[in-house]
């Protein structure tokens, strides 16, 4: 069973347009993290959020908490090709107590030039 | 140090043969993670580990799965008696005990042919 379901599962789309991929779960999370992996390589952090309702930005991307602690949401402005990637969200649902990372079923992001 | 590192990249093996992966995680960092990823899925949890001691193993981690972190430094993971169903990308990271983001190496691709 997936504690934690992202959507859409695959996204293509084109240089410029703007996309928003969620992360959710029926369990409550600590914290919650977004990663962004390519083509035989580890999952590079992104940003980690532990607030109910925090928003944090990086540049054109955009993460968001849910005030329950329980989905998470990512968007996209004017996406670039180099934004193409695995993204996958992943949750501590331990207060910093050792717990695994819960890790979301993952979106596949192609961004077309 | 630049990050968690994983040796080797890529390892073809026979079926049948035992294979043993080394992870050396971020040197402050007491928790190291493993976890098994194949192709277009989200990371599975292995086990982790905690300075030396493993204090949580998977239901995936079956007996021809062993996991050691000796002096709580680098950590192996060796596969006995390796099956096509062990293939997959192999993945290692690390954190701080009281924080909730894990950084994770460029993992050890496996191909068992």
């Known amino acids: 069973t997936q504690l934690l379901e992202q959507s859409p599962q695959f996204l293509s789309i084109q240089e410029g347009e703007n996309l928003t991929v969620y992360c959710n779960s029926s369990?409550?999370?600590?914290?919650l993290q977004w990663y962004r992996q390519e083509p035989g390589e580890g999952p590079v952090l992104l940003v980690t959020v532990v607030t109910g309702g925090e928003v944090k930005k990086l540049k054109r991307l955009t993460f968001q908490f849910g005030d329950a602690r329980k989905d998470s949401s990512l968007h996209i402005t004017a996406a670039q090709p180099g934004d193409t990637g695995l993204y996958l969200c992943a949750g501590a649902r331990g207060f910093g107590t050792g717990n695994q990372f819960y890790f979301g079923t993952g979106t596949s992001l192609t961004v077309i030039p | 140090d630049t990050g968690v590192s994983q040796d080797p990249r890529h390892k073809i093996t026979k079926r049948g043969q035992n294979v043993t992966f080394r992870c050396d995680p971020i040197s402050e960092h007491n928790r190291l993670y493993w976890y098994r990823q194949t192709l277009g899925q989200g990371p599975e949890f292995l086990t982790y580990f905690q300075n030396e001691a493993q204090l949580e193993k998977s239901r995936l981690l079956s007996d021809r799965f062993s996991a050691e972190r000796p002096k709580g430094s680098f950590s192996t993971l060796e596969i006995q008696r390796t099956e096509q169903g062990d293939s997959a990308m192999y993945l290692c990271?690390?954190?701080?005990?009281?924080?909730?983001?894990?950084?994770f190496g460029q993992g050890t691709r496996l191909t068992v042919v």
């Open positions: 369990s409550v999370f600590s914290s």
């Open positions: 990271a690390s954190s701080l005990r009281l924080t909730t983001e894990a950084f």
